[in-house]
Nanobody
Framework: DVQLQASGGGLVQAGGSLRLSCTFS????????IGWIRQAPGKDIEGVLC??????????YYAQFAKGRFTITTDYAKNTAYLQMNSLKPEDTAVYHC?????????????????WGQGTQVTVSS
């Protein structure tokens, strides 16, 4: 049974930082890649930052708005992924979800995920 659970959201002022956590179970990195997507009020789901594993930039997808501000890390031993968000802006306000895609997927880091979990609200005030 696949489960993903995001946590760590909250209210922060513009320019501040937050670290989101995603704990997951029921799958391994051998078969699935993991990442973060978000949905702002009235907008479509968009990919934020996703990792195929390996710890180098070639294995990580960054949305343009995330480059230079957001970082994804994974702790394989703890089945946990983290999203470090710095220099937050009001337009980053959204519900952030962690999600998983099959490694063979052509829709990596998009709204066409294979699994996702309950999100966590991030609100950035100006």
């Amino acid at each position: 049974d696949v489960q993903l659970q995001a946590s760590g959201g909250g209210l922060v002022q513009a320019g501040g930082s937050l670290r989101l956590s995603c704990t997951f179970s029921g799958f391994t990195f051998d078969d699935y890649a993991i990442g973060w997507i978000r949905q702002a009020p009235g907008k479509d789901i968009e990919g934020v930052l996703c990792s195929l594993g390996g710890g180098n930039d070639d294995s990580t997808y960054y949305a343009q708005f995330a480059k230079g501000r957001f970082t994804i890390t994974t702790d394989y031993a703890k089945n946990t992924a983290y999203l470090q968000m710095n220099s937050l802006k009001p337009e980053d306000t959204a519900v952030y979800h962690c999600a998983a895609w099959k490694r063979s997927s052509s829709s990596f880091c998009t709204s066409q995920y294979d699994y996702w979990g309950q999100g966590t609200q991030v609100t950035v005030s100006s």
